[in-house]
């Protein structure tokens, strides 16, 4: 790792005026650092923000919940209210790398955290993320690479398996900067490789994120996620889903897969197809089909849609029964 | 098998004892063989206080509190610190070097390649297999002019810090002209292929055949000749420990002594000598603790022939280099790497009358220490526990752009295993046999045992493990319930593996390096023991084992004894630590030292007492004292006495320690029976363990709870290769699986709950009677595991799935069969 200057920012004021795109946000670390130890980024500067006021509390908030960025992944995953009320995110958040991980890495850290696409992080290859001309991705080894919207400039898959959950729950993300606060909707917040490929977020580099803002869930929710358990564990494909339920009957779905684009990917189309059905395996099955269409596999990935329809399917019936298929 | 201690054992206290006066040796012989006779520990031990129970590790404390120093704890003053540029490429030519930026850069203190080395550090060494025209290619310690793998070593910069090291490597300019690249080591051997050498012939390093039995016979009288082509994966041995080395070399002393994490420090001390062209005698190499070896350091590493020469060009200050994890996959021996054709002749009621294999080993780029002998251990343990008559291997050792293969847990036994264990599955399906019965219908039942490999089987009761196995298991019950869960529609199946393996490395006379062990006893004035063993644990407990093994013979506590590892500055001589050799081989070497001492501390307790003949030949020792008749001394008074020099026995000499080297007279064949039941999610692929359950026999227990550790942890590295692990490289030879998120070592939470028992059959190969256990877990789950995923699959008629069984790779195989007429 190249040498830098670490500076601690006591505030969210402090933090973004030292911030620009040689001096990074230091959450957790546990993306970060290693990003830096691979040689892929050589910040300058790295500004530590867990010090700021007010960044690692978990407040009520119009009836959901306010999360700081700080807030750790095992603290989310403790909290009894994620726990009882937003099970589609205590789901997701589960499984993600290992307890001493979790202890580390932060909730903004998690939406903002980099891809591991290992074309990515390692020098040796082209990377158009990483300012090279080419995508080793496309040609090579992509059986972990994104099944939708793959005609971009790069075929990463966003690494945030928070993100799909906060997608079905309607959040928001709260943005500070030089100008002052703003909120995003959580699906504005992500972007696409072909809108700017160096990022994966709106933000500028002296923007900052503060909070996360769950508005009050209504209806049932679930993730499920196939993880093939090796290494240290990504999913390979993940899907949560939030219903309205009337009875047996989904008055509204929200469906949204994780692991398969460069962003968490909303299923729209899945989502008008259960919508007003009774849940059951057919039901749950059919939409799972619709989940699946318009996937656009690479060379090695087309595994990945079968993830998709069998994912989408386990959680639509885990949310509608409340129990893990 | 009891005239191991034959011509090429030395012993001090031995030779002195030759010298005494008849009648001494006479009544000495009566209260106790002369020790250059066998005797068993347990003889000598009725009633052992440490040995086979379940004492916790000594050096956990260390361990696991942080406090053990490896070889990145240690700071030495005014020390330099290395790093390495190594290949990008598979395959290049190196056109310039352009190094002048780097020299310039701000602390640095040079930049090396190889012409500034060669002179001082010869090529990279192996250890002779005794194969005839063995291929042996160039080998420096820094590119000569080509690359030949991704990662190889092609300069140095040694600076004031790491960091200005490693940002002065990113400023030397290397010009490559790419060559083709051979990764595929079946395409490596067309005649077109492009060579990883230029100048060898081809990319063939060494053909090798063992075979023994009437193939031709065993092949006219089969009901059915099965065809059926295996492969074991390459495999990267992930020590969490990665390599690292300090090197400093005193000028007016003449001394290079080279700090490095290895399992084989004396080895490595000769060969270092040979490559420096320093005598041994300057030359000390120390293993601080190591933290986990399994084999990939079990070898003579270019960086630490590397930093010993950068030590000498910058001396006296110190040179350091510690491996990423990310050198560690793409630079640190891989293993396996072997394909099989196998022809199996078989009868219907299951008899296996003979199997022919024809394997070819992918070797990578270079030969490494033992990467030639490895893939001969598949053919040699082809047999497995098993008696058909004929076999034969004939074996390819191939050259590829890739990182050279070499030891890796289990060392071409996992690789025979997986071979034979699957073979009688395959049979089992073929005659749709109980692959149990078929097992039984072929075991081997007489030892020692003869293969028709050439080996002599010390001991076994394959039948009893497995029957104890099926037991703990509950297999009936679990074939019935099998049974319905198919009917539901469930992939659920269940494995078994009844392996054999070859340990405690062995008879010199089979090794490719002396085979032997030493141990020396040394009792200080005051009664503090050191214990100076030639092995070389990284992670086994044999600091434990063996103070359990001297605090039994000596009758004092364990606290009292300190064992000493890893100096050759310390250690007389040693040979190291793999191959499940360092109980059975060094663990005897410390045996037979420690039982010299103490009949020398018996003569000097009974001098000082004053003993009459016969009461001198009945000292015992009570309560941690020696008795002679009514009178006492303590431990620590017999030691002082020995010191102290006025009460020495006729024909002794002063002083109290005892060397021992121990030549055993045959390997070892430790067994077991492993079965594993699994599940397949039909949508997905995913294979879950339901159930694990071993009984594994490494011959009399010396000490459960590592045994345990030992097999557990063997389990887990079993596990990953049957479903995770694979050392991905892409067509150019690029490593793909270069990183611990890549490349999928098994975690905790993907362990199922291990069900462990043993059964003990005793080897007479050594005075312990024990075995062996390093690497059975490795060696029994493989086949147990995937046995048991095809097991599930076989409903779909599917017969065979190349490792890691990954779940896509098992979804295709249900979604071709579902799709088959
Ligand atoms: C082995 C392993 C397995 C993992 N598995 C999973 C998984 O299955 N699913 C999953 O979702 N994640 C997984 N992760 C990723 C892990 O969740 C992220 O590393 C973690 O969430 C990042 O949080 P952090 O606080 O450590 O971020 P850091 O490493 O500190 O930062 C990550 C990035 O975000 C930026 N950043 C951090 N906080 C902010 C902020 N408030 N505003 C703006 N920018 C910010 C940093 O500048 C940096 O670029 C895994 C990680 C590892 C190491």
């Keep these: ?325 | 098998m009891a005239k191991t201690a034959g011509k090429k054992s030395v012993t001090r206290t031995g030779k002195a004892s030759a010298k005494a006066p008849r009648r001494a040796r006479q009544s000495a012989a009566k209260a106790a063989p002369p020790a250059s006779q066998r005797v068993d520990f347990f003889k000598l031990v009725p009633k052992p206080r440490f040995v086979g129970k379940p004492v916790k590790r000594k050096e956990d404390v260390r361990l696991i509190t942080g406090a053990g120093h490896y070889v990145d704890d240690l700071r030495l003053a005014d020390m330099l610190h290395v790093e390495i540029l190594r290949s990008p490429h598979a395959h290049a030519r190196i056109v310039s070097m352009e190094v002048e930026e780097a020299r310039k850069a701000s602390g640095v203190v040079g930049v090396f390649a190889y012409k500034e080395i060669s002179s001082l550090c010869g090529d990279v060494p192996l250890a002779h297999p005794g194969i005839p025209d063995l291929k042996v290619p160039h080998h420096p310690v820094l590119a000569d002019g080509e690359v030949n793998f991704v990662g190889e070593p092609a300069a140095a910069v040694v600076a004031e810090s790491r960091y200005a090291a490693r940002d002065a490597v990113d400023l030397i300019r290397v010009e490559y002209e790419p060559l083709p690249a051979v990764v595929d080591p079946e395409k490596a051997l067309a005649p077109d292929a492009p060579k990883v050498h230029k100048e060898l012939a081809d990319n063939l390093s060494f053909s090798w055949e063992v075979k023994g039995g009437d193939l031709d016979e065993a092949f006219k009288k089969a009901d059915r000749i099965i065809q059926q082509r295996v492969r074991s994966q390459r495999l990267i041995p992930c020590a969490l420990e990665t390599r690292g080395v300090i090197a400093q070399y005193l000028t007016g002393e003449e001394q290079l002594t080279v700090w490095t994490s290895t399992q084989i420090p004396h080895i490595l001390r000769t060969q270092l000598s040979g490559m420096l062209k320093l005598p041994e005698s300057k030359v000390r190499v120390v293993a601080p603790e190591v933290g986990g070896g399994f084999g990939s350091k079990l070898n003579v590493y270019a960086e630490e022939g590397l930093l010993s020469a950068l030590a000498r060009l910058v001396a006296p200050r110190p040179v350091k280099w510690i491996e990423t994890r990310r050198e560690n996959m793409a630079a640190t021996t891989h293993g396996r790497d072997q394909i099989g054709e196998l022809s199996i002749a078989a009868c219907a009621d299951g008899t296996v009358l003979g199997v022919k294999h024809d394997c070819i080993a992918d070797i990578g780029a270079y030969h490494q220490l033992f990467t030639a002998i490895i893939p001969t251990l598949t053919g040699l343990m082809l047999a497995g526990s098993y008696r058909f008559p004929a076999a034969r291997t004939t074996l390819k050792g191939v050259f590829t752009n890739k990182m050279p293969t070499d030891a890796y847990r289990g060392a071409g036994r996992p690789e025979a295993t997986f071979i034979i264990e699957r073979i009688m599955d395959l049979v089992a399906a073929e005659f749709n046999l109980d692959p149990v019965e078929v097992r039984r219908k072929n075991f081997a039942r007489k030892f020692p045992f003869s293969t028709p490999t050439g080996l002599a089987y010390d001991t076994g009761d394959y039948e009893k493990a497995l029957n104890q196995a099926l037991k703990l298991a509950d297999y009936q019950g679990r074939r019935a319930r099998q049974a319905k869960a198919r009917d539901e529609g469930r992939l659920v199946g269940i494995g078994l593996s009844t392996y054999v393996e070859i340990c405690s490395m062995g008879p010199s006379k089979g090794m490719a390096a002396g085979g032997w062990e030493s141990a020396t006893v040394r009792v200080s004035p005051t009664g503090s023991v050191e214990v100076l063993t030639g092995t070389c644990a990284h992670g086994q407990g044999q600091e434990t084992v063996f103070a359990q093994i001297t605090a039994d013979v000596l009758g004092i506590e364990m606290d009292q004894v300190k064992v000493q590892r890893g100096d050759t500055g310390n250690v007389p001589w040693g040979v190291g630590t793999f191959g499940s050799r360092a109980t059975a081989v060094g663990g005897t070497a410390v045996f037979e030292a420690a039982r010299r001492v103490l009949e020398k501390m018996k003569k000097v307790a009974a001098a000082a007492l004053g003993a009459s003949a016969a009461q001198a030949a009945r000292v015992q020792i009570k309560n941690g004292k020696f008795w002679a008749g009514k009178k006492s001394l303590s431990f620590a008074e017999v030691a002082f006495q020995a010191h102290r020099g006025l009460v020495i026995p006729e024909g002794e000499t002063p002083g109290l320690e005892a060397t021992y080297f121990f030549e055993p007279g045959n390997f070892t064949f430790p067994f077991g029976a492993h079965i594993c039941q699994v599940e397949v999610d039909r949508d997905t692929g995913e294979v879950s363990i339901q159930g694990y359950w071993a009984v594994d026999d490494c011959g009399k227990p010396m000490n459960p709870l590592l045994i345990d550790g030992q097999v557990h942890g063997g389990i887990a590295q079993g596990l990953g290769q049957a479903l995770y692990e694979e050392a991905v490289y892409d067509e150019s030879g690029q490593l793909l699986t270069g990183t611990l998120m890549d490349y999928a070592v098994p975690k905790a939470t993907h362990m199922p709950w291990l069900h462990c028992e043993r059964t003990e059959t005793p080897t007479d190969v050594n005075p312990l009677g024990v075995k062996g256990v390093g690497e059975a877990g490795t060696i029994g789950s493989t086949p147990a595991i995937v046995n048991a995923v095809i097991d599930a699959l076989r409903p779909l008629g599917i017969k065979h799935l190349d490792m890691p069984l990954r779940p896509e790779k098992v979804w295709r195989a249900i979604k071709k069969a579902a799709a088959a007429p």
């Excluded at chain 1, 959950?165 to 909707?185: M, N």
């Excluded at chain 1, 494909?237 to 309205?244: C, E, I, P, R």
């Excluded at chain 1, 059905?277 to 269409?293: H, I, M, W």
Aim: charge should be positive; include cysteine.
């Design chain 1, 1 to 325: 790792m190249k040498n830098f200057a670490y500076i601690n920012a006591a505030s969210e004021k402090a933090a973004i005026e030292s911030m620009s795109d040689k001096a990074l946000a230091l959450a957790g670390g546990t993306n970060l650092l290693n990003l830096l130890k691979e040689y892929v980024l050589a910040p300058e500067a790295l500004v530590n923000i867990k010090g700021i006021a007010g960044l690692n509390a978990i407040e009520s908030f119009e009836g959901g919940l306010k999360i700081g960025a700080n807030v750790t992944l095992s603290e989310l995953l403790d909290h009894a209210e994620v726990r009882g009320r937003y099970p589609a995110l205590h789901q997701a958040l589960y499984d993600i790398g290992t307890p001493q991980i979790r202890n580390m890495s932060t909730l903004g850290g998690n939406l903002c955290a980099r891809p591991h696409c290992w074309y990515y992080r390692y020098e040796y290859f082209d990377c158009k993320k990483r300012g090279g001309q080419g995508c080793a991705a496309i040609a090579g080894d992509n059986e972990f690479h994104a099944i939708f919207a793959t005609d971009g400039p790069c075929v990463m898959i966003h690494p945030s398996s928070a993100g799909p959950a906060l997608v079905v729950y309607g959040a928001k993300v709260k943005i500070a900067g030089p100008g002052g606060s703003r909120d995003a909707g959580i699906e504005e917040f992500f972007t696409l490789p072909a809108a700017a490929v160096a990022r994966e977020n709106v933000l500028k580099p002296n923007e900052l994120v503060t909070h996360v803002l769950l508005p009050p869930p209504n209806g049932k929710s679930a993730t499920y996620e196939v993880r093939h358990k090796e290494s240290h564990d990504w999913p390979l494909a993940m899907a949560s889903v939030a219903l309205t339920m009337a009875g047996e009957t989904a008055q509204e779905a929200r469906i949204c897969l994780g692991a398969v684009a460069p962003v968490p990917w909303r299923a729209a189309a899945a989502e008008a197809a259960l919508k007003g059905k009774v849940v059951n395996e057919t039901t749950a099955g059919e939409a799972a089909q619709k989940a699946a269409e318009g996937a656009k596999p690479l060379s090695g990935n087309k595994y990945k849609v079968q993830l998709v329809r069998t994912a989408v399917k386990r959680a639509i019936l885990a949310a509608a029964t409340g129990r893990r298929v």
